[in-house]
Each structure stands twice: as structure tokens, then as C-alpha cells.
């Protein structure tokens, strides 16, 4: 099993939709979370931490759940700007950031 | 405030030629990092600098050197590119034991 894994999609979904993606990682040990957001042929930049209690940020939620070990990130009203590459970030250490690992992404298009 | 910036942008090179990608931040971050990102890969971590004056190994270590110069710029050396090589590499850097990192645009580098 893969440390790190998400459906690579693409998800292709209408202007206005929910969507939901899941990333499972392997380490019960994992300390924290995030969901980064990468541009076409830009750097990946953070779209939010991933917190025990979930947490919202406008459009945004993010939930984790340890019991299965994985974390999701839900989209509602999706705008065409959504679409990007959404990459799961898993830090099995607490308070060492050297060895994040990395998911390889999950691709959004959202259509007019 | 440029953030996190990288030179240069494109490059090719011949398989034996060397040459350094340049890093430099300008948020008063301790740490850097140098990763590579591939095609069904995803991020891998190269090398990284926790603080001036300390560099260490990452997961792909192996064909690359790096320095950092001081607080600000971390580079990475290829002293003879292969085609293996051929990658898009990130420079990142955090500040203190935060874990958000802030990446630099990317090199595009080809190996022929």
C-alpha cells in the first residue's frame, strides 16, 4: 500500500457542483494534514489544514478521519478557478516537517 | 516581498553538463527544500536545509549536491546532468517549526 494514496481522476463536474475527494494514508502514527492546490505548470500552494475536529474555510471543508485513515476535502459551488490539481500532504512527524509525503493528486476540471 | 524565487526558469543541458539551480527566499524562513516532481512520481524531497549552515538528505539524494549559501538562498548542483534528471525541481521554504511551505515557481530542467 502506497503511504499516500488519492484517486488521480479527473473529476469532471458542472459549474455549481459539490465534489468530493478522499487520500487514505498508511501511517497510523501520522501526526498532520493538508490539502495543497497546484496550477497547471504552477508550484503547489496551501489550500488548507486538515484538522481532528474539520475545519471550513468558505467553500472549503476538510475533515479527517483517523479510525480509516483517511482525510477528504469537499467543494460546494464549484467556480471554473476550482479547477487545479489537488495534492494530499501527510506529516507522519510532529514538529518535524522534513519528511512530508506527498500524494500524487487529484485532478478537477469544472466545466461552464 | 518576492517570497520564494528560482533561477532559472527553463533549461536544457547535455547529459555530462553541470550546472546549479538558485533558491532564495526573502521571509526570514529557517528551513528549504529542493524536491523534484515527475510524472506519476509526485513530490520527492532531494535535499533539505533545516537551518543556515545544515543541509541533509532527502528520498533522491543521489547525483545532486546543494549549499546553503546563508539565511536566504539554498542552491542545488548537478555537477553531470543525466536524462534520468530531466524534472521539474521546487525550492520551498518554511518558517521555524510551522509547517506550511511556500514554494518557489519551479525549474524546468531537460536532460538530452
Known amino acids: 500500500r502506497k503511504e499516500v494514496e488519492q484517486d488521480p481522476g479527473p473529476f469532471n463536474v458542472p459549474e455549481g457542483a459539490t465534489v468530493a475527494f478522499n487520500c487514505t494514508y498508511s501511517n497510523s502514527a501520522s501526526q498532520s494534514f493538508f490539502w495543497y492546490r497546484q496550477d497547471c505548470r504552477k508550484e503547489p500552494k496551501l489550500l488548507m489544514s486538515v484538522y481532528s475536529s474539520g475545519n471550513e474555510d468558505g467553500r472549503f471543508t476538510a475533515q479527517l478521519n483517523r479510525a480509516s485513515q483517511y482525510i477528504s476535502l469537499l467543494i460546494r459551488d464549484s467556480k471554473l478557478s476550482d479547477s487545479a490539481t489537488y495534492l494530499c500532504v501527510v506529516n507522519p512527524n510532529a514538529g518535524n516537517n522534513r519528511k512530508l509525503i506527498w500524494g500524487l493528486g487529484t485532478s478537477l476540471a469544472v466545466n461552464p | 516581498n518576492a517570497g520564494v524565487t528560482q533561477t532559472p526558469k527553463f533549461q536544457v543541458l547535455k547529459t555530462g553538463q553541470s550546472m546549479t539551480l538558485q533558491c532564495a527566499q526573502d521571509?526570514?524562513?529557517?528551513?528549504m527544500y529542493w524536491y523534484r516532481q515527475d510524472p506519476g512520481m509526485g513530490l520527492r524531497l532531494i535535499y533539505y536545509?533545516?537551518?543556515?549552515?545544515?543541509?541533509d538528505k532527502g528520498e533522491v539524494p543521489n547525483g545532486y549536491n546543494v549549499s546553503r549559501l546563508n539565511k536566504r538562498e539554498f542552491s542545488l548542483r548537478l555537477e553531470s546532468a543525466a536524462p534520468s534528471q530531466t524534472s521539474v525541481y521546487f525550492c520551498?521554504?518554511?518558517?521555524?517549526?510551522?509547517?506550511?511551505?511556500?514554494f518557489g515557481p519551479g525549474t524546468r530542467l531537460l536532460v538530452l
Open positions: 520551498a521554504s518554511v518558517r521555524g517549526t510551522q509547517e506550511t511551505q511556500y
Open positions: 521571509m526570514n524562513h529557517n528551513s
Open positions: 536545509s533545516a537551518s543556515e549552515g545544515t543541509t
